[in-house]
């Protein structure tokens, strides 16, 4: 369990590291896809699904709702 716990922030870290300069959108996608994970998770957690698939299908999803909201926005000005 340590180890799977290191491994992981170890990705996580280095995931993060190249999250310089993104532009808009591109920080809309990926606070979109952080947050439908997590809340991917959480709701596979408490009705007893799949983790990693809910984690994925809630990140795709919350690309997707920050890709919209970034056109969106763009479609405004």
């Known amino acids: 369990m340590k180890k799977t716990a290191i491994m992981a922030i170890a990705v996580a870290t ?4 190249a999250c310089t300069n993104l532009s808009d959108r591109d920080q809309k996608m ?3 896809a952080a947050i439908g994970s997590g809340v ?6 408490i009705t007893g ?5 809910g984690a994925a299908i809630g990140g795709v999803a919350g690309a ?5 909201l970034h056109e ?4 405004r000005q």
């Open 40 to 45: 991917g998770v959480v709701g596979t957690v």
């Open 14 to 17: 280095f995931g993060l590291s």
């Open 49 to 53: 699904g799949c983790v990693s698939c």
């Open 64 to 68: 997707g709702v920050g890709y919209i």
């Open 30 to 32: 990926l606070s979109g």
């Open 72 to 75: 969106n926005d763009k479609a």
